[in-house]
């Protein structure tokens, strides 16, 4: 495929082109300008949002040539930084357009993603906003205070807080960083005025209010009454109480509220910004010298590119968000006359989901087409000929009546065969006849618009299974944990028409390890429409917007472990120009077994006594236990997932 001199792209004599390829897999919907396909057909990712791009399959080709195979998790750094800039900007576009008397002082959630390089990367593109950092744990903290250099930036310690915690706290506080303990429940109060005392620090206090606003979505039990975080009225108000008490008042600066993670609907947001307001400003009255409202995280990702209010989507834009936060913060302080805030977001998902993307091949195809019934004119049992008759319709029926008939025959040939009246060899043929007949009703309903209703059932369990390497419990857990959509799409090929439906299970040993709904912008899909895989060749997919979550709650099922990755940077003076800059081996199979308490030398010694047991025995040669016991230590140091020469 090739641009002509007019830069249209060409289309091929099937009809397909690179743009059907981008409209089928829904790039320009969840893509959001930053991944595009070439005029090859590679997938391409633009950090930038202009012309420059990193073809992920020279990645895919470089970390292989130094020794990091697939699965490979990418990490696009120069989309961090983008994502930063673009949270930031918009906020100050926002607050200039509304001319709000406050400043945007985000703050990065460190439990969307921990990885140190994540973090230095947000942090630089954050430094000229001041962005700071949230924590939820004391580990958190511990990274936090060392890596917070900027003191106009904020740090703000959310989740259930020990003495510990809060004594690190108040250190950050003496050597001057703005630290926040945003109280979670009650007894936090009490104790934080104690150690404060103690240590002689004044603290910076938060609250966290337990809106009666509901979320909407898959986390949205972060809030309403039922919530496990913040302090209900009566709460704030015995809080108020012990701070006045202890003299403590003018600690009181911040309130927060988080209503759940990815928040589809942009309602449920505006209502609780104006609820949260009215706290703020009723805080305010009383006397106490609030400046932050920290409005949480919940800004979505739109992983399907619908635009929607579905789970995996969200009906607004940034600009949206930033504009309504905004505005509903400044209408409700008008109304009460209280000076406008500082206003807080602890954004994570929205800033970090789409840096990162895990690449797996398709090493294996499980298919219900690849034996075809081979019949033989001879003497066949009447089930057989009942098969027969149906696959070649010599009783002119309808595609869907034949269907009926042969589901038909197919429970009556299941029968006869559990009671023994069929024999292995028959019972194989009059299933792959089944399925022969199930196959021509499947490419007769494929392009037809109005669809039989039975089949979606058919298509499902006619449809091709690809097996990727890789596991879905460490890499996409959401995925099996709430039904999150991620997209999938082949990262080259993509000037070919896709001919296969497919649905992708992993190399676990579990069969939750599938993944069975695909995102469309219109509904889900149960199927994906992929490649040929070819011998000569090996087929990558993407897995894409996995930067948020995916990466820490990843866990060892089956003991696979962790994924190479590799962190990429845009080379500027190239075309088509990228450079690895750090690349980190997943586990070994030593390092999962020593997850679970075993130790690779102790095993080896194990092997060792029974290779000499069988050697004594002299069911093997001694040449042939050594080499037997060399290549099981060696395993010891190669990757959990399949490798190439397999
Ligand atoms: C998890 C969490 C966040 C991050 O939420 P996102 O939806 O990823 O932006 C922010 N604040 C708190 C308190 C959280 O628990």
């Not at 959001?32 to 990712?45: A, H, I, L, P």
């Amino acid at each position: 495929m090739s641009l002509n001199s007019h830069g249209v792209k060409h289309i091929q004599e099937d009809g397909w082109s690179i743009a059907s390829s981008e409209k089928y897999y829904g790039l320009n919907n969840w893509g959001k300008g930053c991944f595009k396909v070439d005029e090859e057909g590679y997938m391409k990712v633009h950090p930038l949002q202009d012309s420059r791009g990193i073809r992920i399959f020279d990645v895919i080709k470089e970390a292989k040539s130094k020794g990091y195979d697939l699965p490979l998790t990418i990490r696009i750094q120069d989309l961090l930084q983008t994502r930063v800039k673009e949270l930031n900007e918009t906020f100050r576009d926002a607050i200039k357009q509304e001319a709000y008397q406050g400043s945007y002082r985000g703050v990065f959630p460190i439990k969307v993603n921990q990885m140190r390089e994540v973090l230095e990367e947000i942090l630089e593109a954050g430094e000229p906003y001041n962005y700071g950092l949230e924590c939820g744990s004391k580990p958190e903290l511990m990274i936090a205070l060392a890596y917070h250099r900027n003191l106009n930036s904020l740090i703000i310690c959310n989740g259930y807080k020990d003495d510990t915690f809060i004594r690190l706290a108040l250190h950050g506080n003496r050597i001057g960083k703005p630290v926040f303990l945003v109280v979670e429940q009650l007894s936090e109060i009490e104790r934080i005025i104690r150690i404060s005392k103690e240590l002689e620090i004044q603290p910076k206090i938060g609250i966290r209010i337990k809106l009666s606003t509901v979320g909407e979505g898959k986390w949205a039990r972060s809030s309403g009454e039922e919530a496990k975080f913040g302090l209900t009225s009566p709460e704030i108000v015995s809080a108020t109480k012990s701070l006045e008490q202890a003299g403590s008042s003018d600690c009181l600066e911040l309130i927060h509220f988080h209503i759940g993670s990815q928040v589809p609907n942009i309602q449920t947001i505006k209502r609780a910004t104006v609820e949260a307001t009215r706290y703020f400003c009723e805080l305010a009255s009383m006397g106490f010298p609030m400046k932050y409202l920290d409005v949480g995280g919940g800004l979505g990702v739109d992983y399907d590119g619908s635009m929607s209010n579905f789970e995996s989507s969200m009906n607004y834009t940034l600009k949206e968000y930033a504009r309504d936060v905004v505005y509903n913060i400044q209408t409700i302080c008008n109304e009460a006359s209280v000076i406008c805030p500082d206003i807080i977001t602890e954004s994570g998902r929205s800033v970090v989901a789409s840096h990162s993307l895990l690449v797996s091949e398709v090493c294996d195809r499980i298919s219900k087409y690849s034996i075809q019934p081979i019949i033989e004119k001879n003497e066949n049992a009447p089930i057989i000929e009942n098969f027969i008759s149906i696959l070649e319709n010599d009783y002119s029926a309808s595609p869907l009546e034949r269907y009926h008939d042969a589901v038909q025959k197919k429970e009556e040939a299941d029968n006869l065969f559990n009671l023994g009246y069929l024999k292995l060899k028959d019972k194989g043929l009059a299933d792959a006849l089944f399925w022969k007949i199930c196959q021509d009703l499947v490419l007769f309903y494929r392009e037809e618009k109005i669809q039989p209703e039975e089949m979606d059932t058919l298509k499902a369990m006619m449809a091709d299974q690809y097996v990727c390497n890789f596991s879905v419990f460490q890499s996409l857990i959401d995925h099996w944990a709430c039904n999150q959509l991620f997209p999938v799409v082949p990262i080259h090929r993509l000037n070919e028409k896709p001919t296969v439906d497919t649905t992708l299970v992993d190399i676990t040993c579990d069969s939750e390890g599938r993944i069975a709904s695909f995102v469309d912008s219109e509904d889900e899909r149960s199927l994906l429409r992929l490649h040929e895989i070819k011998e000569t060749e090996p087929y990558f997919l993407g897995f894409f917007l996995v930067g948020a979550y995916q990466d820490i709650m990843g866990d060892l099922h089956n003991l696979f472990g962790r994924v190479n990755e590799v962190h990429v940077f845009l080379e500027d003076d190239e075309e088509n120009g990228f450079y690895i800059e750090d690349s980190i081996p997943g586990f070994s199979v030593n390092e999962v077994l020593e997850f679970t308490q075993y130790d690779g030398q102790m095993l080896s010694r194990k092997m060792k006594k029974q290779i000499d047991i069988a050697t004594k025995k002299d069911q093997i040669k001694p040449r042939e236990g050594t080499r037997i016991l060399d290549e099981y230590m060696q395993i010891l140091k190669s990757q959990t997932y399949l490798s190439e020469s397999d």
